[in-house]
């Protein structure tokens, strides 16, 4: 590709799942209207287009799982069920023009920086291209279920199986013997959904979940009227934020000599009264015990859930915590020597997640003189200025990235890290500019500021409940999913950055902190 060769698009955005369709929406509001979105699946809502087993349902209170800038006041439930979140989402996109700017069945493979053209070549999967000036890559946190379950004999069972993304609705589970592998979020949901149908249901529990009642109810009209006054949902959200705020900020603040001892004994307070608890809800003493956690609340991620522990109470339903020798051909064989025969499958076993160096493949995203994204994160670890940019990759950002959630409203964080995005592209546009590139010293700085803010963090994770599998702790044993720091300094910090952390490349020169002013440029790099 040369000089001369044009972008296809002045923006590419990666996915349509809430990130996507936030990033399309502040695209338009911004008067930038040269985009496409690209999506694998056929329809936008990410997760909630792709999963729809028995039971999804957020849980989150449904007006916090919303957009800022789209407001619904008119949820069915306190904690929608999947159908009704995918067709908020479906709405929102076709509100703001994004279907008519989505090329859906578009999986992105490779992402290959053009230096001479200054652009982004997106190689997909059919084999075509798409090239784009800027690229916004709003692929969610969970990019992609786990292809090896990690068990010998997992591909060998003959009967039906069902995984919580491509859930057949159309098979009967009524009266056949259901073995359910994993007690994470959806498996927690899934269970207590089928439980009364199935004619026996085994879960096989590697490590025990927190999961308290949720106060689920519909909405009723009193209750939604008062919804639609204006500011009334925002003033909702933002107590539910503050009280986030400050537990974060008690976190990231506390000295780590104090943090220590008080974390350590906020767990075992916890643990204590949680596993008296499942004893008062589950009544088989021995089925409670193996049901209560000994790490601590947020060492994984809790759930909510009425159903989950009482389902235990059911005379079909058994629990399983001896480690699985083998899938076979017509059940599972735990390690003792026991086959339990199945008819069905449901494997919950999880996902690739963002925070985890092995989920960037090398030769996906390369950047300026060869950099590769995968490489240099399995070499430095995962770390990218205010989550989103990393130097010698310009012109791109990632919406959710390295140190990004912020404890909040999903929404509310990737509209945060898409207004940062778009900020820079509509700097680098009023300069008259063809690249962006965020400087290497900015990215370095921010980094050690983020890494000496998570001292907490880590020692929760890593530390303190170190004997517990996480997402939340990655394989190189850093805690790169939680931001450190309150929600509400994230956002000003995201959305209000210094515009001279990036140089601004305008053919062979790069414009300084200050329009017009030139200096040699230099490839990113930590």
Not at 83 to 96: C, I
Not at 455 to 474: A, D, K
Not at 502 to 514: D, L
Request: hydrophobic share 40%; aromatic share 12%.
């Amino acid at each position: 590709m040369g000089d001369t060769t044009r972008p296809q698009y002045e923006v590419a955005v990666i996915g349509a799942g809430p990130g996507g369709i936030a990033a399309g929406a502040k695209l338009r509001m911004a008067g930038i209207d040269d985009f496409v979105i690209l999506e694998r699946a056929e329809d936008v809502g990410g997760s909630w287009h792709e999963n729809n087993y028995p039971g999804i349902a957020v849980d989150v209170p449904s007006t916090t799982y919303q957009y800022s800038f789209e407001r619904n006041a008119g949820w069915s439930r306190f904690f929608a069920y999947g159908p009704e979140v995918q067709r908020y989402h479906a709405d929102v996109a076709r509100k703001y023009g994004l279907y008519e700017r989505t090329r859906f069945g578009s999986n992105v493979e490779r992402e290959m920086w053009d230096g001479e053209s200054r652009c982004w070549v997106l190689h997909l999967g059919d084999g075509t291209e798409v090239t784009a000036r800027f690229v916004i890559s709003a692929i969610g946190a969970f990019v992609r279920p786990k292809g090896d379950v990690g068990i010998p004999g997992a591909d060998s069972f003959r009967g039906k199986v069902q995984r919580p993304t491509s859930w057949d609705g159309d098979y009967d589970l009524s009266g056949k013997s259901v073995g359910i592998i994993g007690t994470g979020a959806s498996a927690v949901q899934i269970i207590p959904a089928i439980a009364a149908e199935v004619g026996a249901l085994t879960v096989f529990q590697r490590t025990p979940v927190w999961s308290v009642p949720k106060p689920d109810f519909v909405v009723p009209r009193v209750m939604k009227a008062a919804l639609a006054i204006p500011g009334v949902s925002a003033f909702i959200n933002g107590i539910a934020f503050v009280a986030v705020d400050l537990m974060l900020r008690l976190v990231a603040n506390s000295p780590i000599g104090l943090f220590r001892p008080a974390a350590s004994r906020f767990d075992a307070w916890l643990i204590a009264g949680y596993r008296r608890y499942v004893g008062f809800v589950v009544k088989d003493p021995a089925t409670a015990a193996k049901l209560s956690p000994d790490f601590g609340v947020l060492a994984k991620r809790p759930t909510l859930s009425s159903g989950y522990l009482p389902a235990y109470n059911r005379d079909n339903v058994s629990l399983v915590t001896e480690p699985i020798a083998e899938i076979t051909t017509d059940g599972v064989t735990t390690r003792d020597g026991v086959a339990r025969p199945l008819d069905v499958l449901i494997l919950a076993t999880g996902y690739e997640v963002f925070s985890d160096p092995e989920t960037y493949l090398p030769g996906t995203i390369v950047g300026r003189d060869g950099f590769d994204l995968a490489t240099f994160y399995r070499e430095h670890g995962l770390q990218a200025y205010q989550s989103v940019s990393v130097p010698g990759l310009p012109n791109r950002w990632t919406l959710v990235g390295p140190y990004s959630w912020s404890g909040t409203s999903w929404h509310a964080f990737v509209e945060t890290t898409a207004d940062h995005a778009i900020r820079a592209i509509g700097e680098t546009r009023r300069r008259g500019a063809d690249v962006c590139e965020v400087r290497a010293e900015a990215a370095a700085e921010y980094h050690r500021s983020v890494h000496r803010r998570a001292e907490g963090v880590r020692y929760y994770l890593c530390e303190l409940n170190g004997h517990v599998p996480t997402y939340y702790r990655n394989s190189q044993g850093d805690s790169t999913y939680i931001r450190p720091e309150s929600f509400f300094a994230a956002r000003r910090r995201t959305r209000k950055f210094p515009l001279e952390d990036y140089r601004y490349e305008t053919g062979k020169s790069v414009s300084a902190s200050t329009p017009g002013e030139a200096v040699n440029a230099v490839p990113g790099g930590f």
